[in-house]
C-alpha cells in the first residue's frame, strides 16, 4: 500500500495503550501516514470513572512510540463533546501536516451499560453524545477541509457488531452504533461528488482493557464466569476466537488506501463470521 505514504491520518481516541484506536495509528503509520494521534486528555469526566480513557500522558506515549520506530505523530487532546474543540483538532492537523487526508472516527464510551429502564438520561446522553454527536463533528470538519483540498479523501466510523444486532443491556451504545451506520451512509451520499468515501467497520467483541470490563459486567449480568462467557462467545464465531485489535487496524488501512476507491457507504462486518449481515 505504498500509496498511502505522506497521507495524513486523524485517528479519534488513538491514546489509550492497546486499544484499537492506537492500533490503527500503528498500522497507519507503518504504511507511513503521518498521523494525528487524539484522545480527551482527562482522567475522567462529569458522567463516569476511566474505564481505559486516553490520558494526556497515554496520548504522549502513543506518539513517542511511533516517532521512535519512524514515523511522524503529533498529539492533540480534545473532548468529542465540544464542537469547537473537534473544530481544533481538525485546524491542528492542517496547521501541523498542512492536509488531512484520512479521518478514522474511533472515540467512543463503551461503558455506561445497565438495564434500558435503570438507564439515566444524563447517561444516555453522554454516549449518543460522544458515539454519534462526536463522530459527526468530525465527519463535519475533516470533510469542509478535503473538499477545500480538492483531492478527495477516506473517512472510516468504528461503530460496532451493535450496530447491527441489539444486545442486552446495552441501550444508549447500541442505538448510537446503529445511528452512527445512518449517518456513514447520509455522508457518503453527499460526499462522493468530492471523492471521499465514507465507511463504516463493525468489529464484534475485542478484548481490550475496555473490553476486559465489558467481559466483566456482562458475564456478572448473564450469571456466568468470564471463561464460560468467553467460551459461550468463541462458540458462536466461526473462526473460532474473539477478534484483535490488528483485525480492526488491517481492514482500516485497505479502506485507506487506493484499492478501495470503489467502496462507500458501506458498514464492513470484522468478526469471524459471527454477524453476517
Known amino acids: 500500500?505504498?500509496?498511502?505514504?505522506?497521507?495524513?491520518?486523524?485517528?479519534?481516541g488513538s491514546g489509550r495503550d492497546k486499544g484499537i484506536g492506537q492500533a490503527i495509528a500503528f498500522r497507519l503509520a507503518k504504511e507511513k501516514c503521518k498521523i494525528v494521534v487524539h484522545d480527551i486528555g482527562k482522567t475522567k469526566g462529569e458522567i463516569a470513572p476511566r474505564h481505559g480513557v486516553g490520558i494526556q500522558e497515554e496520548v504522549s506515549q502513543t506518539v513517542n512510540k511511533i516517532n521512535n520506530m519512524g514515523g511522524d505523530a503529533s498529539g492533540f487532546t480534545a473532548d468529542m463533546l465540544i464542537e469547537e474543540e473537534v473544530k481544533g483538532l481538525i485546524d491542528f492537523t492542517v496547521r501541523t501536516y498542512g492536509?488531512?487526508?484520512i479521518l478514522v472516527n474511533n472515540?467512543?464510551?463503551?461503558?455506561?451499560?445497565?438495564?434500558?429502564?435503570?438507564?439515566?438520561?444524563?447517561?444516555?446522553?453522554?454516549?449518543?453524545?460522544?458515539n454519534l454527536r462526536g463522530c459527526f463533528f468530525g465527519i463535519k470538519y475533516a470533510a469542509k477541509e478535503m473538499i477545500?483540498?480538492?483531492?478527495?479523501?477516506?473517512?472510516?466510523?468504528?461503530?460496532?457488531q451493535a450496530a447491527k444486532s441489539g444486545f442486552s443491556?446495552?441501550?444508549?451504545?447500541?442505538?448510537?452504533?446503529?445511528?452512527?451506520?445512518?449517518?456513514?451512509?447520509?455522508?457518503?451520499?453527499?460526499?462522493?461528488?468530492?471523492?471521499?468515501?465514507v465507511n463504516a467497520i463493525c468489529p464484534n467483541h475485542i478484548t481490550?482493557?475496555?473490553?476486559?470490563?465489558?467481559?466483566?459486567?456482562?458475564?456478572?449480568?448473564?450469571?456466568?464466569?468470564?471463561?464460560?462467557?468467553?467460551?459461550?462467545?468463541?462458540?458462536r464465531i466461526p473462526l473460532g476466537r474473539v477478534g484483535r485489535v490488528e483485525d480492526i487496524a488491517n481492514t482500516c488501512a485497505f479502506i485507506c488506501a487506493e484499492e478501495s476507491n470503489y467502496i462507500t457507504a458501506e458498514a464492513i462486518n470484522v468478526s469471524g463470521g459471527e454477524e453476517y449481515h
Do not use: C
Open 107 to 130: 472515540a467512543g464510551i463503551g461503558y455506561l451499560f445497565g438495564p434500558l429502564i435503570e438507564t439515566s438520561q444524563e447517561n444516555w446522553d453522554a454516549v449518543l453524545g460522544v
Open 169 to 197: 443491556h446495552t441501550a444508549a451504545y447500541t442505538s448510537s452504533k446503529h445511528g452512527l451506520i445512518g449517518l456513514t451512509r447520509v455522508a457518503a451520499l453527499e460526499l462522493a461528488e468530492h471523492e471521499i468515501t
Open 1 to 12: 500500500m505504498n500509496n498511502l505514504e505522506n497521507k495524513v491520518a486523524v485517528i479519534t
Open 148 to 160: 477545500k483540498q480538492g483531492e478527495g479523501g477516506r473517512i472510516i466510523n468504528i461503530a460496532s
Open 99 to 101: 492536509k488531512i487526508d
Open 208 to 235: 481490550t482493557g475496555l473490553g476486559a470490563w465489558q467481559n466483566s459486567f456482562m458475564s456478572n449480568a448473564q450469571g456466568k464466569s468470564e471463561r464460560e462467557y468467553l467460551n459461550d462467545m468463541r462458540s
